[in-house]
């Protein structure tokens, strides 16, 4: 089992900057890739950016130049840094982490934009 923490979030205004960070424990072995993922009310829950235990990232087109995802050498907290914020990135944020072959989510973090 592995459990997820998320911290960071709240409430900018854009052109702000917020930070997110997942830190995951228990059985933390295996853990490839870690991301992050966004569900605004009333659409599906999107992936935002993922970086694999060997430093692959990837993002979606829309935060790309304005999000940076990291992690640490142990695969036990990824940070999701998002500068230059948008009221279209108003949405609750997942972490998510996959280990062994199934996923793990976060609860959720709420990120609003206003304009």
């Known amino acids: 089992q592995v459990y997820l923490t998320e911290s960071g979030g709240g409430k900018v205004q854009a052109g702000g900057s917020l930070r997110l960070s997942c830190a995951a424990s228990?059985?933390?072995?295996?853990?490839?890739?870690m991301g992050w993922y966004r569900q605004a009310p009333g659409t599906q829950r999107d992936l935002v950016a993922s970086i694999s235990s060997g430093g692959i990232i990837d993002y979606i087109d829309s935060v790309k130049g304005r999000f940076t995802i990291s992690k640490d050498n142990a695969n036990s907290v990824v940070v999701l840094q998002m500068n230059n914020l948008k009221p279209e990135d108003t949405a609750v944020y997942y972490c998510?982490?996959?280990?062994?072959?199934?996923?793990?989510w976060g609860v959720g973090t709420q990120v609003t934009v206003s304009s």
């Open positions: 228990g059985n933390i072995f295996g853990i490839n890739p």
């Open positions: 998510s982490v996959t280990a062994r072959g199934q996923r793990y």
